[in-house]
């Protein structure tokens, strides 16, 4: 046993050393992670976030790293997880402090990540930091760079190096302007950081602050500067100015003071308007004046002193090139240039890149871009400008330079006034003449035209003949305020004593003659055209008269009047507006009758022909007259019989159809079929006594008629008794119908309500049937209450039985028809009825089965029965009567309409069926249900066919008599244009052929119109005879007869217009040849005139007149040749032969010949004046260009400075092409001066001397021309070196302030920067010094080895120019050392400033979260939230004593920085006294912590005591509440006992008010409290005023019921216990007790009271009735029925089984006083009603006037008024 035990133990002991040194392995690793964090802590706690933006990105990267080794040793502690958990698995002798060893563990990784994020977060804000101190460094750095160009004071020496300046300073103004969204970034970035509330935010505002200050410097600087150059351009613009001003009016001057003032108008007016642009050139030059005055001001203001001597003049050397293509620099090494542009060439040494200088700017362009110019050479001429303006005084002063402009300027103007006055006069001199020549000219042309006597033969030639006349009128109206223009402008020049003033007398006196007698002979022949328009005129309206009255004669001899009404109204409209014709045709005859006397009177020699058609017009109109009159009393006796047979046949067939209708044999199946029969059958009462007015007046009619003795007499009296033979037959039928159907009504009540009584007992019978008595007590408590409500309607119902066997009986005493029926049906109730009291068990189910089936029972007899009175009405013939066709289809489209609405009824009806009988559900009826549904089918399909075979049958009816009538109207058309057409085409003269042939068009457009008419009735016909039309044949006939009429009215009609064109022809033709002989011989006279122009303006005007001449001439050709043709073509007509044409034509070919000759002789002669004439225009215009250009080439002026050297050279360039052009065009002239010559001109030898002098003029000039070619060139070529220089010397003066900086720094960072930057701009030194001073050195090598006359002035500015060189390169070198030194200094003080920023953020973040938690709120919601709070105070009093130790670190070291007089530390904002500020913050805010925490746990003491409170009363409360509303639903006894207790329970609700009242004061105490939960009580304030609420509205409603109840027994005689058994279901049905029912319970409610038929639930199917009762109870569709509706309802149907009078009486009669009174009052109606409203009498519904809901209806006796309570 020993042994065996120490066998154990030694077991135990071996596994627990295993344990033991497995746990020490796990402890190494442990301690192992422990290290590793150690490290990783010590690391995220460090205070060091970088001393610059390298350093900060550094320590990023290491945070990274850091991270990544965090993320590694996830594994790791996994693993000892795993381990941990194993060591438990096994029951390890010390698992639990393993376990524990390796949560602690755990949680302190997972501490790790809020130091890691924490530290993340500080870098990336130092990130930000410093990023923003490098920009802010950077755009401070630029700005600096930019001041020594904003603040030079360089102002140029010439216009030119201003303007290079301004270009620089613009190029500087625009990258400061780009600049600046750099500055505004950089601030903005600023800005945001400090809202963000940065650790750094007081640094980073100050250095925001200083940028924009120095920003702002910088901007006041550019702009000063900006102003001081603008000054600087102006004084030198204004000297370029005044030298342009001055050069200008040289030329001008030489223009004003010419003496050629024309030598006719042309020259004249040329002249002038060259005078006219000049003097707008001076005008406008006014603005150039005055802008220099203005530039005067400004330069006497920005320098007083006169301006020195431009600079001495120098050669340039290099290379000039001009650019070719537009090319945009894509790299800085290259520049941008635009076509045209001229560079400077500094090396070319490359094929495809040369560098070029442009505005001061080198760089490279391509080669291909560029061509050279070449050099002037010539070094004569140069001369020593420099050396005239050293012995030359200075200046004059801006202010007399502009006085001496002014003068000049004052002096051109006066001479160009002067020239301009003496061009006018001139002009008007030759004007006068020319007008005076033109007019003379016209008035003999005109004196032609107006001697011959020749009037007209006819209307057209004489108003043709007066048109020519008025025309003239018109011109010479124009030509008489010409001629007073000469004559004034004639008098005006003798005024002025011109030099030829007898001369222009004379010319105006003869002018006045001739004008004279041109007047006396328009006058003549105006008297002449006037009369003999007057006769033809009268002629003209006695022929149209005649015509008119023939047509109005042919219309009245027809003897057609009429075969219809239709036709005989349309012969009588159409004769009325003949008599209209005929009243307008009366005063054209007086008119013309007066016409005659007042022209017998005036015209003798034409008296015989008006008074012989005086005596046409008056005969021809009294014949016409008499016509008329006969054919209106004929037209009258038509009308009136016709009209007569038109109401007869609309009577009878109203007769017809009316008594087809009230005969009908249709028999009602129902109630309502009786109704609508009884509605229709009195409809047509209606409608018969609305047509005995009619039929009143047609027999008066008729009388009417027969006592004048018309000529239809014994038809007349035949109608008239048919009409009243079928008036009575009709009047019978009615009555026999009405009784009948009296007779019908009655039966179909009695056998509804015996229907009815059998549905109801059929009800019950299945009721009762059931075998089914329930699966729970619940479901047969059910059962038995339903078993006794139907015991009780039971006895309610035997009334109505009774009442069904009184009405029986009384049937049968009346001896009706079907008595018989009536005794089988009652016998076969009253059985039924005593069946049913001795059977109380049916199957419930089967009900439902039963009123489904007597439903589709009911609905397949009405359909049926519907479809059989549709058939009836569509079986009729009534289309074969044509009366009235349109308002019997319209009538039958209505009735088919209706028929299709009905579709769905009939599907609805065998869609019921068939449900039945799939269900099962017929009752052993399958065959029958089936058999309904087929009959169903069968009718309706019978129907529609029917329906549509009447629709057919009437639309061809209806199609036939439009058919018809369309003929009529084409017969009639057809018999006017026949007579139309007889007439004959023979006429005397060509108006009447023309109106002849007008008629004839417009009959020709009627037969044409009428074509598509005629195609349109043959189209009908076939479509008949396609259609199988019942009267086919008379169509057919009626069409051909028809079409074969229209084919020979077409066939005359084309004979006719032959005729007629063969007339006009012959007529036209001789009217022709007169208007074409007359047009010849007036343009004859025009053109034999001997003026062709005495200078171009008249030369050209005659040509051109001429040319139009020529022009018409060809146009007139083709009509001339065109009237002869006209002439060969009648003769060579069978129907016309004539010798007078060939006579008349071959005149008219004489007389063209003629005029064709002359004219061709005056268009050559006028060619050769015009060309001698344009000749002599262009010699003038050269000569007087030449004369201004001389002036100009000769002038000795070559410009002080490179500007103006360029701008004159400028000008002479333009001068030269101007020249080159002018010159071809002089050699043009000479060509075409020979030509003349050649030619054999008149004017060879005038010709000739313009030649010669022309061509000495142009040798002259251009002599000139080279010569100051010459001296501008040498002007330009010295003055370059200077330009180069003063480029250079601007440069170096740029970079002197660069290398004289005193900014070497304020950090390491910045230092680099700058030495960066100084690195940039040696290499600029070296690549100027390569380019531009090498080149500077090369020019002045170069000119001094030219042996230049400024050579001494060159060498001295060149070394000037080197000195400041050198002198810049020696502080280049300087200022590098300086910031090699700088660099040193502050990296000693680095590492000073990390060390205290890295303590001084610890410490400012151990603050600022003490003072956090220190402010934040101490309200609380419970006593334990308080009790945290103060807990974590006395644990933070424990800290303090740390911090006080870290703050005295801070103090040592930031005293040790202070020893190096530095402002701050770039990498902290903290400063020690901030630091030592928020400590004694700190030390207040503990102890304020204090006290607040002490009064919050009063304040949550008082809180707990007011919840307990008011939880107890808001609980105590809504008990009560929930138990009074149980006791409101569930109230038993009488109504009155139930109303009593109610209001009992609406005292207590009030009484609770108080309770409710204290509540809500608790409520508003605990919100002012801010206590807003409350742990003792769910209920709130507001909840329990809602359910408070809602009780009190409940017991409103409860006591609103009882009463209605009440009222509805008392008044109505629903008994108290019909009105229990109602509240009693409606209570079973209410499971929850809430007073409302679903929809399917509300059912099911009503179904258990009986009387309605109501479907089953499980069918399946939509209830119409049901939906319908629900809109009545429930028309909002809320889901539900309240207790009230439901009330109003069953008491409002209860109601309706007050039928008869004796019961109304006995209502009416229980609400008066005492009962015994035969009325009631208005105040015992107020009583008992609540309103009293008319409503309409519709019989379906009852529309209430005053909007209530009722509850209950009676029927009032005596008005038919609802009175609803």
């Known amino acids: 046993d020993l042994w065996a035990e120490l066998g154990v133990l030694s077991g135990d002991k071996g596994r627990k050393l295993k344990q033991a040194s497995e746990q020490q392995q796990y402890y190494r690793t442990v301690k192992d992670v422990d290290l590793w964090l150690d490290e990783v802590e010590k690391q995220l706690s460090t205070e060091d976030f970088g001393k610059d933006m390298s350093g900060v990105q550094l320590l990023q990267k290491k945070l990274n790293l850091l991270e990544t080794d965090i993320t590694v040793h996830q594994d790791q502690i996994d693993t000892l997880d795993r ?558 019989f016709q009209k007569f047979l038109s109401d007869f046949g609309d009577l009878s067939g109203w007769t017809s159809s009316m008594l087809a209708l009230v005969s009908s044999g249709e028999v009602p199946n129902d109630v309502g079929g009786a109704e609508r029969l009884l509605q229709r059958h009195q409809t047509h009462r209606t409608e018969i006594d609305t047509r005995a007015s009619a039929f009143n007046a047609f027999e008066a009619f008729g009388g009417q008629l027969l006592a004048q003795g018309h000529f239809a007499t014994s038809e007349i009296q035949e109608k008239l008794e048919s009409i009243r033979q079928d008036r009575k037959a009709m009047e019978k039928a009615w009555t026999t119908r009405k009784l009948f159907l009296d007779e019908c009504f009655d039966l179909q009540m009695f056998i509804r309500d015996v229907e009815q009584a059998e549905s109801w007992m059929q009800q019950r019978e299945a009721f009762l049937a059931s075998e089914d008595v329930g699966s729970s007590l619940d479901a047969v408590e059910a059962m038995v209450k339903k078993q006794e409500e139907v015991e009780k309607s039971l006895q309610s119902e035997e009334e109505k039985i009774m009442a069904v066997q009184r009405t029986a009986d009384k049937l049968i005493q009346n001896r009706h028809h079907a008595a018989a029926q009536v005794a089988e049906r009652r016998a076969g109730v009253l059985s039924r009825w005593s069946k049913l009291k001795s059977s109380l068990a049916a199957w419930r189910s089967t009900l439902g089965q039963s009123l489904c089936l007597q439903q589709f029972m009911r609905e397949a007899g009405e359909v049926e029965a519907w479809m059989a009175e549709k058939m009836q009405t569509a079986s009729d013939e009534s289309y074969k009567d044509p009366t009235n066709l349109s308002g019997k289809l319209q009538k039958h489209q209505a009735f088919e309409a209706e028929v299709v609405a009905n579709k769905d009824r009939v599907s609805s009806a065998a869609n019921m069926g068939q449900a039945l009988i799939d269900g099962g559900q017929c009752l052993g009826m399958d065959g029958e249900v089936s058999s309904h549904i087929k009959d169903l089918t069968q009718q309706w399909d019978q129907l529609l066919a029917k329906l549509g075979e009447k629709t057919q049958k009437l639309k061809e009816a209806n199609q036939q008599q439009q058919f018809n009538q369309s003929v009529k109207d084409m017969d009639f058309w057809l018999g006017e244009v026949e007579a139309q057409l007889s007439s004959d085409g023979n006429s005397e003269d060509m108006a009447a052929v023309q109106a002849l042939i007008k008629k004839h068009q417009l009959v020709d457009a009627d037969i044409a119109a009428h074509e598509e008419r005629i195609n349109d009735l043959n189209t009908q016909a076939l479509r008949f005879a396609k259609d199988h039309h019942f009267d086919t044949d008379n169509i057919q006939e009626k069409q051909r007869n028809t079409t074969e009429r229209y084919q020979r009215i077409k066939k005359l009609a084309a004979a006719h217009k032959v005729k007629l064109g063969d007339s006009l022809a012959l007529h036209q033709f001789y009217r022709d040849l007169d208007n074409e002989e007359a047009w010849i011989r007036e343009k004859k006279l025009l053109i034999s005139g001997d003026n062709y122009g005495r200078d171009l303006m008249s030369a050209q005007a005659l040509q051109t007149r001429h040319l139009r001449f020529e022009n018409e001439l060809n146009t007139q050709e083709a009509r001339i040749k065109g009237v002869v043709q006209r002439g060969e073509e009648l003769i060579l007509s069978n129907s016309l032969s004539d010798q007078g044409i060939k006579d008349r034509s071959s005149q008219l070919q004489s007389l063209w010949l003629d005029l064709r000759e002359t004219s061709a002789i005056r268009g050559q002669r006028l060619k050769a004046s015009v060309a001698y004439q344009e000749y002599c225009v262009g010699v003038d215009e050269e000569e007087v260009w030449l004369n201004e250009k001389m002036a100009l080439a000769q002038s000795e002026e070559t410009g002080d400075t490179l500007a103006a050297v360029q701008g004159l050279l400028k000008k002479h360039q333009v001068f030269e092409t101007d020249l080159d052009v002018h010159s071809d065009q002089v050699k043009q002239i000479t060509d075409t001066g020979m030509g003349l010559v050649k030619q054999g001109n008149f004017q060879a030898e005038a010709i000739e001397q313009r030649i010669s002098g022309l061509q000495r003029k142009v040798k002259d000039l251009d002599e000139a021309t080279v010569r100051r070619k010459t001296k501008l060139r040498d002007s330009c070529e010295y003055l370059q070196f200077n330009w180069k220089t003063d480029l250079v010397e601007s440069w170096i003066k740029n970079k002197e302030g660069q290398v004289r900086s005193e900014d070497f720094g304020k950090d390491i960072a910045s230092v680099q920067t700058l030495q960066s930057k100084h690195e940039v701009f040696e290499a600029g030194l070296g690549t100027f010094e390569q380019d531009s001073i090498t080149s500077m050195s090369a020019m002045k090598d170069k000119l001094v080895a030219t042996n230049h006359n400024q050579c001494k002035a060159i060498v001295q500015r060149h070394a000037d120019v080197m000195k400041r060189w050198d002198k810049l390169l020696k502080d280049s070198e300087a200022h590098k050392n300086r910031l090699m030194r700088a660099l040193e200094q502050f990296k000693k003080l680095e590492e000073l400033f990390l060390q205290f920023s890295k303590k001084a953020s610890v410490f400012s973040s151990l603050i600022d979260d003490t003072v956090e938690d220190m402010t934040d709120s101490v309200r609380c919601n419970s006593p334990e939230e308080i009790k945290s709070l103060r807990d974590t105070l006395s644990q933070f009093q424990t800290e303090l004593v740390q911090m006080r130790s870290d703050f005295k670190q801070l103090g040592a070291l930031d005293k040790q920085i202070k020893s190096y007089n530095v402002s701050k530390n770039p990498y902290t904002w903290f400063t020690l006294e901030a630091l030592d500020d928020s400590w004694q913050d700190l030390q207040k805010l503990i102890k304020d912590r204090e006290v607040e925490l002490a009064k919050e746990v009063k304040r949550q003491e008082k809180n707990e005591e007011l919840r307990k409170v008011f939880a107890q009363q808001a609980n105590s409360l809504h008990s009560w509440m929930a138990d009074t509303r149980t006791a409101l639903i569930d109230t038993y006894g009488t109504l009155e006992s139930q109303l009593q207790e109610v209001k009992t329970k609406s005292e207590e609700i009030a009484q609770k008010k108080d309770a409710l009242r204290r509540i809500e004061e608790l409520g508003a105490q605990a919100e002012e409290a801010l206590i807003f939960d409350n742990k003792y009580t769910e209920h709130t304030m507001v909840s329990l005023a809602q359910q408070w609420d809602q009780l009190r509205q409940m017991v409103l409603r409860v006591q609103h019921n009882l009463e209605q109840q009440i009222q509805a027994r008392n008044t109505v005689g629903v008994s108290e216990e019909r009105l229990k058994d109602f509240t009693a279901s409606f209570r079973h049905f209410d499971k929850d007790r809430n007073g409302k029912l679903e929809y399917q319970d509300f059912k099911s409610c009503l179904r258990s009271l009986g009387g309605y038929d109501l479907a089953l639930a499980e069918t399946g199917f939509s209830d119409p009735e049901f939906e319908t009762i629900l809109s009545e109870v429930d028309p909002n569709r809320t889901g539900y029925v309240s207790l009230e509706d439901y009330m109003s309802f069953v008491i409002a149907h209860e109601t309706e089984n007050v039928e008869s009078n004796k019961e109304v009486e006995i209502a009416f009669q229980a609400i008066t006083s005492g009962g015994d009174k035969p009325y009631v009052t208005k105040e015992e109606l107020f009583q008992v009603f609540t309103c009293v409203g008319v409503v309409q009498m519709c019989g379906c519904e009852w529309v209430h006037m005053c909007g209530c809901k009722w509850v209950g209806v009676v029927w009032c006796t005596c008005v038919g008024v609802h009175v609803c309570a």
């Open 83 to 640: 381990q941990a958990n194993q060591f438990v698995e096994e029951k390890h002798f010390d698992s639990e402090a393993i376990q524990m060893r390796q949560k602690e563990l755990g949680a302190r990784y997972e501490a790790l990540q809020i130091p890691l994020k924490s530290l993340k977060a500080k870098l990336e804000a130092s990130y930000q930091l410093q990023k923003f101190f490098r920009d802010v460094e950077d755009e401070e750095t630029w700005v600096k760079e930019k001041e020594p160009l904003a603040a030079s004071k360089n102002r140029g020496k010439d216009l030119i190096g201003v303007q290079n300046l301004i270009k620089k300073h613009q190029a500087l103004m625009s990258e400061i302007s780009s600049h600046e969204s750099f500055i505004t970034t950089v601030c903005a970035d600023g800005d945001l950081m400090i809202s963000q509330g940065h650790f750094g935010a007081a640094d980073i505002k100050k250095k925001t602050s200083m940028l924009s200050d120095k920003w702002e410097q910088l901007n006041e600087r550019v702009q000063e500067r900006k102003k001081d150059l603008d000054n600087a351009l102006q004084v030198h613009q204004y000297y370029a100015d005044a030298n342009e001003a001055e050069s200008w009016m040289k030329e001008k001057e030489a223009v004003v003071s010419s003496g050629d003032y024309g030598k006719d108008e042309d020259s004249a007016e040329a002249l002038l308007k060259k005078h006219e642009t000049v003097l707008t050139d001076i005008e406008t030059f006014s603005t150039t004046i005055t802008s220099l005055a203005e530039s005067c001001k400004s330069s006497e203001s920005n320098d007083s002193q006169p301006l020195p001597p431009p600079p001495p003049p120098s050669q340039p050397q290099q290379a000039l090139v001009k650019v070719l293509y537009t090319y945009t620099a894509r790299t800085p090494r290259e520049i941008s240039v635009q076509k045209g542009d001229v560079l400077t060439l500094l090396n070319s040494a490359n094929n495809e890149w040369w560098k070029v200088e442009l505005d001061g700017q080198q760089g490279y362009v391509p080669a291909s871009y560029m061509k050279k110019m070449e050099l002037p050479t010539r070094k004569d001429s140069i001369v020593n400008t420099s050396a005239l303006l050293m012995s030359a005084p200075l200046q004059d002063t801006v202010q007399s330079r502009q006085l001496s402009i002014n003068s000049k300027y004052d002096h051109i103007q006066r001479m160009a006034k002067e020239r301009k006055q003496r061009l006018e006069e001139s002009k008007k001199k030759y004007k006068l003449m020319r007008e005076i020549n033109e007019l003379e000219h016209w008035i003999t042309d005109k004196e032609a035209l107006t001697a011959t006597e020749e009037v007209g033969k006819d209307l057209e030639h004489v108003q043709m003949q007066k048109k020519k006349s008025d025309d003239f009128e018109k011109d010479m109206a124009i030509n008489e305020a010409q001629l007073d223009k000469i004559c004034v402008m004639a008098n005006k020049l003798i005024e002025e004593e011109h030099s030829d003033a007898e001369q222009i007398h004379d010319m105006e006196e003869s002018l006045r003659q001739h004008w004279d007698n041109l007047v006396q002979l328009v006058e003549k022949k105006k008297k002449m055209l006037e009369g003999a328009f007057q006769v033809q005129k009268f002629v003209r309206a006695v022929d149209e008269t005649k015509s008119w009255m023939n047509e109005k004669d042919t219309a009245l001899m027809s003897d057609d009047y009429g075969r219809d009404l239709a036709s005989v109204q349309a012969l009588q409209r159409k004769h009325e507006g003949l008599e209209r014709d005929l009243a307008a045709l009366e005063n054209k005859v007086q008119a013309l009758h007066g016409d005659a006397k007042a022209l017998g009177v005036v015209n003798l020699t034409a008296t015989s022909l008006i008074q012989s058609k005086d005596r046409e017009i008056s005969d021809g109109w009294s014949n016409l007259k008499a016509k008329c009159e006969e054919r209106k009393v004929k037209l009258v006796g038509s009308y009136d």
